[in-house]
């Protein structure tokens, strides 16, 4: 719906033309022109009212349509079209095909997809998170790796580059290490609070099977030597949810900074293996 209102705020208030809309809200020139056609025929003018909020302009522009025969068009349950399409394969055409095969005069692709898109939007709002200096730290590991020239050989091996951010500051440590195995984690989290001096109070990891045994919404489990250095440490270790990257946002941005100024410049630098700080 915000973007509805942009589009009515573009059109009526500052007078920009269908393809300029098209190219500022990044969607295109005939979604333009259909949704300009709905706000015509729902009698809207702008400024809107202001106690028209998104439900209500939703009923206004996509009011519920009556079939051929007189009856009301079933709306689909969207919860369910929801953890359909979640599983692998699944696309929105499949899941409006169904719905129409169980449903001959229900509602057409495009209303299917745009209700299904104003649906998610209203059960998914996105939360800003707070963080406290010093409470949490999150770690992950770089998909792309590095070259690494052993000095003392001339042996040259992909490492794995571990990604440190801290929650408040984003304050950001980066180390090439061997692998992403157990001893790679726990060896990478020691240098951390060593390069920190000191120790957060959360961890926020990834679900790597290397050190989450059991990957629980709510109670995941530990490998027991995460457990013990977390113990030994006296920190709290919390997995991020599962296919959750907001949860982790902050190493998600530090990572994507890691492999543009420390993969990408080291591309031509022999690295010996030692730490790289930021």
């Known amino acids: 719906m915000r973007r509805i209102r942009d589009l009515l705020r573009l059109k009526l208030s500052q007078g920009l033309s269908d393809r300029a809309i098209a190219a500022v ?18 009698g809207l003018s702008w400024p809107l ?29 969207w919860a369910t079209i929801d953890r359909e399409l979640r599983r692998k394969g699944v696309t929105r055409a499949l ?5 129409r095969a169980a449903h001959p005069d ?14 998610k939007g209203r059960v998914r709002p996105t939360m800003r998170q707070t963080h406290v200096g010093g409470e949490k730290v999150f770690i992950d590991f770089s998909g792309d790796g ?14 794995k580059l571990f990604v440190a951010a801290m929650g408040a500051s984003s304050y950001t440590y980066a180390e090439a290490r061997p692998a992403e195995a157990l001893e790679d984690w726990i060896g990478a989290q020691v240098n951390l609070f060593a390069f920190l001096g000191g120790v957060p109070c959360m961890v926020v990891p990834d679900n790597p099977r290397a050190i989450v045994v059991a990957r629980d919404r709510h ?19 919390m997995p991020a949810r599962p296919r ?33 700080r930021s």
Not at 106 to 119: I, K, L, T, V
Not at 247 to 275: F, M, N, T, Y
């Open 219 to 237: 109670e995941p489990g530990l490998n027991r030597t995460m457990a013990a250095m977390a113990e030994h440490y006296g920190v709290a270790v």
């Open 146 to 159: 590095i070259e690494v020239v052993d000095p003392l050989t001339g042996e040259v091996r992909e490492a």
């Open 95 to 99: 899941v409006w095909e169904e719905y």
């Open 25 to 42: 809200l990044s969607i295109s020139k005939g979604s333009v022109g259909a949704y300009l056609s709905r706000a015509r025929a729902a």
């Open 49 to 77: 009212p202001p106690e028209l909020d998104d439900d209500a302009l939703e009923l206004l522009l996509f009011p519920g349509q009556v079939g051929l025969n007189g009856v009301e068009r079933p709306v689909p349950d």
């Open 244 to 276: 959750r990257p907001r949860d982790k946002a902050k190493v998600e941005a530090a990572v994507l900074v890691a492999q543009r100024w420390i993969v990408g410049e080291c591309q031509d630098v022999c690295v010996s293996g030692r730490p790289v």
């Open 106 to 119: 229900g509602y057409s692709y495009a209303w299917f997809c745009e209700r299904y898109d104003a649906w």
